[in-house]
């Protein structure tokens, strides 16, 4: 990826907006374990006044077998839900003691419902960047790139929303769970690694807003850039380790901490249309895994670059006329191409059509999707070039 790191030298020639800079800046403490008996070493000393979150069968039993927790108060959740998190709240309150500790075990469902929690949770202190110091989590499966980022994906008023919540002081990765899943080609594995590649899309996305004059542009937005940029360099150079892959999804979530630009660095157009095929899915009692639809969602908005490039700006971040090109190549390199369009096996063209109708509507946020207006016949022939 030559355009990448042509970039990210043009923008940070000295190499200052590191990974390391990004974890001392903002006092996360990440934790790489390497196998069980560090994870617990890591985790604070089992109380009552621990509340343990997790979701499903297999962060709770990661959860069970760690042995760690006794006195602790665990509690599953189901799905990605303010209601899940209204309830959860209620029990915490209904504890005899007071909760001085929240730790989210598991999945992006989990976690993303213990960030709000220990946002709408009195306990510990939260600085201004969000980040709670009673707050840990335990990502077990390296599925998405919101894993310590201050929002939360929710579902909320009858639609999925990115709400301001907490952010981690401490993540602990369990890579030697991480380096199982992806051995074993875990869909929950590869969707962090393509929620990741999404960024391509979603950089082209933020500059093209930048230069049709609907966002502005500040030298303190290049730091958030380069960590976008960093965490496509870590998943797409070289071999493809789990401490990579984390180091990966590490950066692109210190994308996303300033409040100003929200998740904009990693969540463009291909995002709005992951959530319109979210919501195709549900309503065919489907869970779509969020990277899968992201990255599905990228080889759309790449391709619409590619079609449109004649009236696009000069000089944006990627060239659109090979942008499409550039993605389906990394997902060849990493057999993750047809992963990524196993969504329209799923559901079929037409109601992939369909959520390709409504993606546009989802939100405000100024991208290629704001551009054009496509028809029904539009967009098929664009979900064949794709398939």
Request: charged fraction near 25%.
């Amino acid at each position: 990826m030559k355009e990448i790191i042509k970039l990210k030298t043009k923008y940070d020639p000295f190499n200052k907006y590191t990974l390391d800079f990004a974890l001392k800046k903002y006092g996360l403490n990440a934790v790489f374990a390497e196998k069980e008996s560090e994870v617990s070493k890591n985790l604070p000393k089992d109380s009552e006044n621990i509340v343990v979150i997790t979701n499903g069968s297999v962060p709770r039993k990661f959860v069970d077998d760690l042995g760690h927790f006794k006195k602790a108060y665990l509690t599953d959740v189901q799905h990605a839900h303010m209601d899940e998190v209204k309830r959860v709240i209620e029990s915490i309150r209904a504890l005899p003691v007071k909760p001085a500790k929240i730790i989210g075990f598991g999945g992006g469902v989990a976690l993303d419902v213990a960030k709000k929690v220990a946002k709408l949770c009195p306990i510990g202190n939260t600085n201004e960047n969000r980040i709670n110091d009673s707050f840990i989590v335990v990502p077990t499966a390296g599925s998405n790139d919101g894993i310590i980022s201050p929002n939360a994906s929710l579902f909320h008023n009858g639609m999925r929303e990115t709400l301001s919540a907490n952010a981690p002081s401490k993540i602990i990765i369990p890579l030697y769970i991480w380096d199982k899943n992806w051995k074993n080609r875990f869909s929950f594995s590869k969707s962090g690694v393509c929620d990741v590649l999404s960024n391509l899309t979603s950089l082209q996305e933020w500059n093209l807003a930048i230069r049709r004059d609907r966002e502005l542009w500040t030298q303190k937005d290049i730091e958030y850039l380069i960590y976008a940029l960093d965490s496509l360099i870590y998943i797409t150079e070289g071999d493809l380790t789990s401490e990579k892959r984390a180091m990966g999804l590490l950066s692109s979530s210190f994308s996303m901490y300033d409040p100003k630009l929200s998740s904009r660095p990693a969540s463009g157009g291909e995002h709005e249309i992951e959530r319109a095929l979210s919501d195709a899915f549900a309503r065919e009692s489907k869970m779509l895994v969020h990277g899968q639809g992201a990255c599905f969602g990228s080889l759309i908005i790449a391709k619409l670059y590619e079609r449109e490039s004649s009236g696009l700006p000069d000089n944006l971040f990627f060239n659109p006329k090979t942008l499409y090109e550039t993605l389906v190549n990394i997902l060849k390199q990493m057999s993750l191409h047809e992963y990524v369009k196993e969504p329209v096996s799923e559901i079929g063209k037409d109601k992939i059509i369909s959520a390709l109708e409504t993606a546009p509507k989802i939100r405000e946020r100024y991208g290629i999707l704001k551009e054009i207006n496509y028809t029904k016949e539009d967009w098929k022939a664009v979900l064949e070039e794709i398939i």
